[in-house]
């Protein structure tokens, strides 16, 4: 089996617990590698040639992992060295018992839905490819000013909101930027995508939930500056008349999971603190 370990830069403890897990896995006689979330991908690391990938930080390493390993349907196992922690399946002290289990195949890996984004401009595109694990954004810039984005879904006219921002969202996207402006909550299992208007003004106000076979497309009226945001960790700039489509990415985010596979409902009230 061929390990690979992701830290955190800025996490002094996860660059600690990594060195700690690296040691373990090759005391086992397990090939080893390690690098930084950050820079994974500029210093090619041999993602194609990993069985698994050990994440340890929060749920942004999470999401920056998951964009990494999709292409290559690469298990993920997420340590929390967070806050909430929702991508995470374990936490630090926990390490020892879950390498165990992966290295005797006593695990589950449960498979998420991603979107891809493109922006067109003019008829030509000038971004593409962009994955997200939770959402898609588009929304104003740093003015507070509305945009207008006319939307269609599978080429029909939807409705043209007038907003700060649309958020098109994932079911892991659900509990994160989709569920603040008021989604649904939705159950990782599910083929979904959501539309959520963020602070709507005098236009469609409820979220509108297809297919995973949808197509989204964005067109953003503005005088003004406005931003596509995936995952809340890259941006582009957006003109006024730029096209952002939207729809399923051709991969998927891989977790490996130990517990139930009905494990999604308690764990969320748990994180949320939602319990009486």
């Known amino acids: 089996m061929f390990i690979g370990i992701l830290t955190h830069p800025k996490i002094p403890v996860s660059e600690t617990l990594g060195g700690e897990i690296l040691e373990w896995l090759q005391a086992q006689g397990v090939e080893t590698w390690i690098g930084s979330s950050w820079s994974a991908e500029e210093n090619d690391a041999p993602l194609s040639k990993l069985d698994v990938l050990i994440a340890l930080g929060g749920d942004g390493t999470l999401l920056r992992t998951a964009r990494l390993a999709a292409p290559y349907a690469l298990p993920i196992l997420g340590v929390n060295l967070g806050r909430l922690g929702f991508l995470a399946e374990i936490n630090p002290d926990q390490w020892r018992w879950a390498l165990k289990r992966i290295l005797d195949g006593d695990y589950w890996v449960e498979k998420r839905l991603m979107l891809r984004v493109e922006v067109r401009r003019d008829g030509e595109q000038v971004h593409g490819d962009l994955d997200a694990l939770n959402e898609v954004v588009v929304s ?47 159950s990782p299992q599910l083929d979904n995508l959501t539309i959520v208007p963020i602070a709507p003004h005098l236009s469609l106000a409820r979220p509108l939930i297809l297919d995973a076979d949808a197509v989204i497309s964005m067109r953003v009226r503005t005088d003004h500056k406005a931003i596509l945001t995936t995952d809340g960790q890259s941006y ?32 969320l009230m748990e994180r949320l603190q939602w319990t009486i």
Do not use: K
């Open 140 to 186: 104003r810039g740093g003015v507070a000013r509305v945009v207008r984005v006319t939307t269609e879904v599978n080429g029909i006219y939807l409705t043209t909101y007038v907003a700060d921002g649309v958020i098109v969202s994932t079911p892991t996207g659900s509990t994160a930027y989709a569920l603040a402006a008021g989604g649904p909550i939705l």
């Open 236 to 267: 582009v700039d957006l003109q006024d008349g730029d096209r952002v489509i939207v729809a399923s990415c051709p991969y998927q985010a891989h977790f490996i999971r130990f517990g139930s596979r009905e494990y999604f409902h308690q764990s």
